[in-house]
């Protein structure tokens, strides 16, 4: 009886001390796309009412199609087909806005910047994943100073107002939309600020909208936003070497994932610029305490911790009693 209860205080006391972070569960620690459907993943955008969950999509003509993919798995776990968009023609970005609204880049020109228009179009997230049609609203782009080519296009999670980055090899600028993009005209995007020393390929905000990282095939930079007077904090680096396509904040702000093109791809995690060691970023559309049980950075909150050990130490004196009236 002694022994026994020897034993359940001291596993009772292991569980308090060791309860499990939620890192692995959320995605944050990296994962290879395994639909063999997504064989150009060339935008990714973590979510933030499914945590754990990343949107893609294929690059070029594949369709209007969005992939759910469980950053904890690597699965689809459902596929939205859009509606009312047409035909897309090529498909380089996507981000998600306040109010948990997607909004997808049609922006890329595989003629060299000779089309003198894009569309972004905007659906929002379903509540349930599963495969189903949606229907999405379609706006057209054009860029102040003429056509161009790009696959960064990325949306203030605070403001909603659409920005892209132009792909140039000698480095491009950063275009602002409206501030509210209209379905009925032509939304001019006009340059505000130059993205030098760097061919984007895709960009991603902070779920705060302080930062903004902005990659290319082999590196990455990042700046403090700035109300949109975009400032360098230094150069990152990029965790492979394959087709860099793809870039995205984790929901929490910690983690910024890379991903990469080709049947099979890896998304590989960084630590965030700028957060702070453990931290944890609140999503900004929708704000709230933890769970209960669980601290904000996934680890050993107070109130689980606690309780167990509070059982496990009532056993242990428990024991005590028990040998001292034997």
């Not at 984790?250 to 093109?261: H, L």
Request: glycine share 14%; with cysteine; aromatic share 6%.
């Amino acid at each position: 009886m002694r022994r026994s209860l020897t034993v359940l205080a001291a596993a009772l006391l292991a569980g308090a001390l060791t309860v499990p972070t939620a890192s692995a569960a959320d995605g944050d620690e990296g994962f290879t796309i395994k639909d063999p459907r997504i064989t150009e993943s060339s935008g990714l955008a973590a979510s933030r009412l499914h945590p754990g969950i990343y949107w893609t999509h294929n690059d070029s003509d594949d369709g209007a199609y969005l992939y759910a993919v469980d950053g904890a798995t690597g699965e689809t776990v459902a596929t939205l087909t859009l509606t009312g968009v047409g035909r897309p023609r090529d498909v380089e970005a996507i981000s998600i806005g306040p109010g948990d609204q997607i909004y997808v880049g049609d922006i890329g020109d595989n003629l060299g910047g000779t089309w003198d228009h894009v569309w972004i179009y905007r659906l929002p997230e379903p509540e349930e994943l599963k495969d189903e049609t949606v229907r999405a609203t379609q706006y057209v782009v054009e860029y102040a100073d003429g056509a161009r080519d790009a696959e960064s296009l990325v949306v203030h999670p605070r403001t909603g107002r659409a920005y892209i980055i132009d792909k140039n090899e000698a480095g491009g600028h950063l275009y602002e939309g409206p501030a509210q993009l209209s379905a009925s005209g032509t939304n001019v995007f006009e340059p505000v600020a130059a993205v030098p020393d760097l061919e984007a390929t895709d960009a991603a905000f902070s779920p705060d909208g302080r930062r903004l990282v902005v990659r290319s095939y082999f590196g990455s930079l990042a700046y403090d936003w700035n109300d949109g007077r975009i400032k360098s904090t230094g150069r990152l680096g990029v965790p492979s070497l394959g087709q860099g396509e793809s870039v995205t904040y984790t929901a929490d702000g910690t983690k910024v994932m890379f991903g990469n093109e080709g049947e099979g791809s890896s998304v590989e995690p960084m630590d965030a610029p700028g957060a702070p060691a453990g931290g944890s970023g609140k999503s900004p559309s929708r704000e709230g305490g933890s769970a209960a049980g669980k601290s904000e950075d996934g680890g050993l909150s107070v109130g689980t911790g606690a309780v167990a050990l509070v059982v496990a130490c009532a056993l242990i004196l428990g024991l005590g009693r028990l040998r001292r009236k034997g």
